[in-house]
């Protein structure tokens, strides 16, 4: 059975970096689409980045281009979320999901919940001084 869980959350300073893991397991890893999500308090699941199974090919949410990198290693079967120049607002639960196949390069479909079959139970970062 599919299976996803987070881990390497914690508390980080403004300025400061994390690394969240997304280990996997009844998957293929190169044949899936791993997304990256997280929610604050009282707001709705929002899409933080992407990796594709067609090529590799990464997606990032405006808010954190620049400053997150996503990447995977697929004899690990393993997705990574590199958080560099963390900011108090970037504070939030982070989940990973993936689904079978890969987003069209059009209309930002990798940032739609429902486009996802699996989920897991996510971890918190925070940012705070």
């Known amino acids: 059975q599919v299976q996803l869980v987070e881990s390497g959350g914690g508390l980080v300073q403004p300025g400061g970096s994390l690394r969240l893991s997304c280990a996997t397991s009844?998957?293929?890893?190169?044949?899936?689409?791993i997304g990256w999500f997280r929610r604050a308090p009282g707001k709705e699941r929002e899409g933080v980045s992407c990796?594709?199974?067609?090529?590799?090919?990464?997606y990032y949410a405006d808010s954190v281009k620049g400053r997150f990198t996503i990447s995977r290693d697929n004899a690990k079967n393993t997705v990574y979320l590199e958080m560099n120049s963390l900011k108090p607002e970037d504070t939030a639960v982070y989940y990973c999901?993936?689904?079978?196949?890969?987003?069209?390069?059009?209309?930002?479909?990798?940032?739609?919940?429902?486009?996802?079959?699996?989920w897991g139970q996510g971890t918190q970062v925070t940012v705070s001084s």
């Open positions: 999901a993936t689904v079978h196949g890969s987003p069209p390069p059009y209309g930002s479909v990798w940032r739609e919940v429902s486009w996802y079959d699996y």
């Open positions: 990796i594709s199974s067609n090529d590799g090919s990464t």
């Open positions: 009844g998957i293929t890893l190169d044949r899936y689409t």
